[in-house]
């Protein structure tokens, strides 16, 4: 029986051929890990509508849990309970805690906002491509895909040049870890664990020194919204800080490097943008659409469902695999090729709904100021290695390297 098994390395490396699969064969199916998978467009998008499934794991009842690999006792939950709920960061929160906290940082990610961010990052961009152009051979994920969106999420939380560097190896365990709990195994867990145990530190010793000496950055703007306005305890100060430093870069580092691998593949496409830059904005949408950078999410069910004739039982957890929402042929035309210029383009891939992605404005504006400079001043965009590597993620599937060469 065709069903979600998300041991199959090939989630994290070629997951397009799955997703089609598991659309067609079992769009809707409860799986032998104990959860539920929904992969057809319609019923990804009701779901994340839908106010009978949560975003909270503290929604799942006993007997419906997701089976933990590894060997670890599943008590986290408990854990959870015991220590409060307030060090989770609210993406996996639900109102009225999550309107709350991602109200405070919502006025930073406006489209205004996020525009005046243009100049800034333009010139980072650039720096980096002017490094490499013509140069040899470059590591597109490292030297740019990373490093742009870090410079920027830094600029906002104003964290020290010098400090960039030391993020690196730390978020990318947390983004390791932001894959469901019961699919990591004991050492996944250990190193994210370590991770957040590093950003608790890091971010305790900044909150002591941004109290002293207050900006005008959005960590600072957190902190008074603690502080004097009583609006989130230091636990959720915290968590916000991680999850904006974290997600920030992480997501749009990999839409950043899966749109250059797939102009890299497609000289057409190069050819087509180079011509017209008018379609940019369209562009952006499609590498989103064929990125995912987030492949799939999960909920919680507050109520029984019913979808095509299966009941998503009260307390069940059901993944919602985002990746092959946006390969559905009954929304998208030949949903498996690049069409720099499709217009209707209704993709799932930051989402939807009250969980709908904060930085989306800011991943755009990054992505497309990337892609835009890249092509600017190259006639080509060639890769050197054809072997690519991936991370191990399945959630924030991204490439762990992307060599190419660019010529102008």
Known sequence: MVHYDPSDPRWSTNPGPLFDEIREAAPVHFTP???WVVARHADCLALLRS???SADSLNLLEGKRPKLRGTRRDNQLEEIRATGNDTRPFLFRDPPDHTRLRGLVQRAFTPKRVNELTSFIE??????IERHLSNGPF???????????????CEMLAIPREDHQKFQAQSAMLARGLDPDFLLNDDDRAARDAAILYFGVYF????????????GDLLSALIAARDSEDQLSEGELLSTAILIAVAGHETTMNLISGSLLLLAQNEAAQRE???DP?????VTEEMLRMVSPVQLTGRSMLNDVEIDGHVLEKGSFVFILLGAANRDPGVFARPTELNVRRELNPHLGFGFGLHHCLGAPLARLE????????LNVTRSITLHDEELRYRPNIVLRGLESLMVSIKS
């Open 123 to 128: 010139r980072q961009a650039r720096q980096v």
């Open 367 to 374: 992505s497309s100021v990337a892609i835009r400079e890249l």
């Open 273 to 275: 943008l180079r011509s």
């Open 51 to 53: 106010r009978d499934a």
């Open 139 to 153: 590591d597109a994920v490292e030297e740019l895909a990373w490093s742009l969106p870090v410079s920027v999420i």
């Open 33 to 35: 890990g104990g959860y």
């Open 204 to 215: 305790h010793e900044l909150f002591a020194e941004r109290r002293r000496q207050p900006g």
């Open 278 to 282: 008018s379609i940019d904005r369209m």
